[in-house]
Each structure stands twice: as C-alpha cells, then as structure tokens.
C-alpha cells in the first residue's frame, strides 16, 4: 500500500529556516514526479513546489522562489523541502503529494505542521 | 500566472441534490484541470483529473466537464460523505489551485 509520510515541521522564528522530508513507500518512488502543497490554517490549498523524475526540472511558486529548495533522493524514497528566510505566512500545513504522470496529484500525505512565529 | 475562480465559495444543499462547482481560469488551460475533496483535518483525494477523467475508485455520480477557461465538478445525487471543500487545480502551466468551495448540510 503507496504511502507518504512527512516529518520535520515545528515552530520557527521568522528568518529561520526549517526543513521537512517526506518519505514514500509501497510503490517506485523514481517513477513519479513529486510536489509540496502547503494550507495555511483555515484557508486553501496552495502549490508550492514540483520535482521531476531525476531532478531533471524543478518548479516553485512566485511566494516561496528563492527562498525554498526542492530536492529528492531516490535510493532514500524521499523528497525534501530546505525552507530559508521563513515568513508568518509561510505558516501552514505542508503536503507533500505524487504526481502521475508529471502533473496529477494523484496520492498525498497526512501533512506536517509549519509555524513561523517568534 | 494562471488564475483560477471557483463559485460559489461556499454552498448549502440536501442529501440527494444535484450540485454543480465551477472554475474559471484566467487563460485556457486545454482539460489540464483537475478536482479534489478534502474533509476536515485530511489530505485532499484526487476525484477527477483531465477535465473529465475519473479517478479510480471514485463514485460515479461525481462529474467533470468544461473546456477552454470553464470548467464544471457535478455531484449528481449528493450523499452525506460529500460534503467537503473542493478545489480545482489547473496543471497547463505550473500549478494553481482555485480558492474552493464548502458544501455544507442544509
């Protein structure tokens, strides 16, 4: 059975940084495409991040470009997302998800907790 | 960016209704649209994909339709287990998903 489990959210000051990963299993993780969605609390879905196959392209939303970096280990079955110069508003649940086919988010995670705040 | 609007935000209907969500794309998105439910404290599910592709093991009263910068999610007979928030979520170029829409009991 595919899972996703996230871990490394917590409580960060504003300008720190924090990394969360995400760890697959029940299915070939370096046949799918991998993303990070975030949902600040009470609000929606907000795509964050994307991350082909072989790290080939790697995609971010205009609020999190330059600030965060995607990267993926294939021989771990995990995706990571290095979060620098976090903001207030960057607090919110991340998901990481699989694409199918480069773009269907097509599994996700339960999530873990981002807060920014001092 | 491709902007996406979804209406209503918000909507009351009964066990057994028809109900339609909408989507609106700032710019044609070419059936590169896909529909998610998302329940209270889980991750979204992925309903349809491609416009009007279901997802595996979906029930088949939900529906996706549209072209260009319309597209449409209908639940044809809604049951108690639907009422969620929906987003839609356009994949043409980058990513963007629509703002949602609660369907509560009436």
């Known amino acids: 059975e595919a899972q996703l489990v996230e871990s490394g959210g917590g409580l960060v000051p504003p300008g720190g940084s924090l990394r969360v990963s995400c760890t697959a299993s029940?299915?070939?993780?370096?046949?799918?495409?991998m993303n990070w969605v975030r949902q600040a609390p009470g609000k929606g879905l907000e795509w964050v991040s994307y991350?082909?196959?072989?790290?080939?392209?790697?995609l971010y939303a205009e609020s999190v470009k330059g600030r965060f970096t995607i990267t993926r280990d294939d021989a771990e079955n995990s995706v990571v997302l290095q979060m620098d110069s976090l903001r207030a508003e960057d607090t919110a649940v991340y998901y990481c998800?699989?694409?199918?086919?480069?773009?269907?988010?097509?599994?996700w995670g339960q999530g873990t907790l981002v807060t920014v705040s001092a | 960016d491709i902007q996406m609007t979804q209406s209503p935000s918000s909507l009351s209907a009964s066990v057994g209704d028809r109900v339609t969500i909408t989507c609106r794309a700032s710019q044609g998105v070419f059936n590169s649209l896909a529909w998610y439910q998302q329940k209270p404290g889980k991750a979204p599910k992925l309903l349809v994909y491609d416009g009007s592709r279901l997802e595996s093991g979906v029930p088949s009263r939900f529906s996706g339709s549209g072209s260009g910068t319309d597209y449409s999610l209908t639940i044809s007979s809604l049951q108690p287990e639907d009422f969620a928030t929906y987003y839609c979520?356009?994949?043409?170029?980058?990513?963007?998903f629509g703002q949602g829409t609660k369907v509560e009991i009436k």
């Open positions: 991350i082909s196959r072989r790290s080939s392209a790697k």
């Open positions: 029940g299915f070939q993780f370096s046949s799918y495409a």
């Open positions: 998800a699989r694409a199918r086919g480069e773009y269907v988010l097509d599994f």
């Open positions: 979520q356009q994949y043409y170029r980058s990513r963007t």
